[in-house]
């Protein structure tokens, strides 16, 4: 029996090899549509989330790290284009994945660096690199490039600053259980129709 025979065996090392960041051939385009596969990227942030809550001194940085904001108005982003949902998720993406690894670094140029801590951060990484893949797959790239005269109405991602890794994990659970879930929500319901 061939891999491509078997869903369950495909998704099972789809999700082996995700976390590696690498590309998987062959992986379905739907991977992100598949509730349970963005339950885990969120419940690995919420335990980075928990891990970083009781830490004191070793979760300061050295200076703010920039992150995007996760507020959602359900109203305006019900109204939004799909365009303009897709943009805003991809600056977050990538707005995100700056501060991870900028923390990354900032936690490697500290006295002295838990081992934990850069396991959660590396893992972080590693989860940002297979979730814009499956985006990729899914298309929203294609949707996040606007048109020219779109783009000059689009407003501005809202960031603000954080001063420690409890803070960027709890932004980046809240920005995976809001935007993210919302926008792949509505883009696997649109693949669907």
Known sequence: MGVRECPALLLLLSLLLLPLGLPVLGAPARLICDSRVLERYILEAREAENVTMGCAEACNFSENVTVPDTKVNFYAWKRMEVEQQALEVWQGLALLSEAILRS??????????????????????????????????????????????????????????VDTLCKLFRIYSNFLRGKLKLYTGEACRRRDR
Do not use: M, W, Y
Request: hydrophobic content about 40%; cysteine-free.
């Open 104 to 161: 990354q670094a900032l936690l490697a140029n500290s006295s002295q660096p838990s081992e934990t801590l850069q396991l959660h951060v590396d893992k972080a990484i590693s989860s940002l690199r297979s979730l814009t893949s499956l985006l990729r797959a899914l298309g929203a790239q294609k949707e996040a490039i606007s048109p020219p005269d779109t783009t000059a109405s689009a407003a501005p991602l809202r960031t603000f600053d």
